[in-house]
């Protein structure tokens, strides 16, 4: 409890760097997740769409899940140099995957039936995709989004290896100098916004979702 106390002093006491912290965090997560979903979100329903390539792309995104971000960091830096352009390479790097796996399989697994039945009352491929698969789809695409989001939001601390600013310089500040309250300074508002971002996005989960689901 004393830890904890000594954490709120501290933000009180530097009000203007913990909410710049929280900003840069911010910007990083939010900018990376709108990369994401620009990049991934088409593709997908490419890869959806055309079997070309599309299994050993998936599989080859499954194996660069594996690769730490901040191994990410390290081959990029020099060619990226430090600071918040790296970070956030390495963040757009680790939302992407759930965003597209989730994409192509939500897509792929529609009722067929369906698909039939909206061709049959004479809709052309593109209406079919945006009246009634997209829709449908949704849901579990939004479900790659969700999971996207509470990552980055816990792995944009890595930009402050770096320079990149954020929540995390409180994370490490906290370690090298031996100081918990310093680190929960970083840690405990990571861990609420990602809660946070979790909540709101189940909510919209659950509000594009075909009723009864």
Not at 110 to 128: C, P, T, W
Request: with cysteine.
């Amino acid at each position: 409890m004393e830890t904890l106390v000594e954490s709120v002093q501290y933000i009180f006491a530097h009000t203007d760097t913990f909410l710049t912290a929280v900003k840069i965090h911010l910007t990083l997560s939010v900018t990376a997740m709108l990369i994401g979903i620009i990049l991934c979100v088409p593709l997908g329903i490419y890869l959806a769409k055309s079997n070309k390539g599309s299994v050993f792309l998936l599989n080859l995104i499954n194996m660069g899940r594996v690769i730490p971000s901040l191994a990410v960091l390290a081959f990029v830096m020099p060619y990226l140099g430090i600071g918040f352009v790296p970070s956030l390479f390495a963040l757009t790097m680790l939302v992407c995957p759930p965003i597209l796996i989730n994409t192509v399989a939500a897509l792929k697994e529609l009722d067929k039936s369906i698909i039939e039945a909206a061709h049959g009352i004479g809709m052309d491929q593109r209406r079919v995709l945006y009246k009634v698969e997209l829709p449908l789809a949704l849901p579990v695409i939004i479900t790659g989004i969700r999971t996207s989001f509470v990552d980055v939001i816990a792995g944009a601390s890595i930009a402050a290896f770096i320079g990149g600013g954020g929540l995390g310089e409180f994370i490490i500040n906290g370690l090298v100098l031996m100081k918990p309250s310093l680190l929960f300074v970083g840690a405990i508002p990571i861990a609420l916004l990602a809660l946070l971002v979790d909540m709101l996005m189940g909510r919209l989960q659950k509000w594009v979702s075909p009723p009864g689901v």
